[in-house]
């Protein structure tokens, strides 16, 4: 399969995951049922996993089958790991609605950094 369906594929699930991410977030702030429902504690996990796999996919057909790891794909993976970390804290660890709004906030804004740095393929503010 060539590389830019996994590219393309992981575009997708990155736009998906945000815009679930906002949603859920929304949700959260207002609190609705809405984030009871087992399709919503069920999709985001389905999207993250094609996100994931199709991101290492594309960066071993890239990068890493020629032995190369730029700093942009490290700085992702760092990334991801601290919007995982926010994102738990918004969606289910932070204590109240202040801590949980702060982490959605500082998680989106972690998101684009990310998506920057996918874009101008180079570290940011590194």
């Not at 992702?76 to 995982?84: A, E, Q």
Request: aromatic share 10%.
């Amino acid at each position: 399969m060539s590389v830019s369906i996994w590219v393309n594929l992981h575009v997708l699930a990155s736009l998906l995951s945000l815009l679930g991410f906002i949603t859920r977030g929304v949700w959260m702030l207002s609190e609705s049922p809405m984030l009871a429902k087992k399709p919503v504690k069920i999709l985001p996990h389905v999207i993250d996993t094609v996100l994931l796999v199709t991101a290492l996919l594309a960066a071993y057909i890239i990068y890493w089958s020629d032995g190369v790891n730029p700093d942009f794909i490290t700085a992702k993976i760092v990334g991801l790991l601290v919007y995982i970390g926010l994102g738990l804290v918004a969606l289910k660890l932070g204590k109240t609605k202040g801590v949980r709004a702060s982490a959605w906030i500082l998680a989106i804004v972690v998101f684009i950094y990310i998506a920057a740095m996918s874009v101008s393929k180079s570290v940011i503010f590194a």
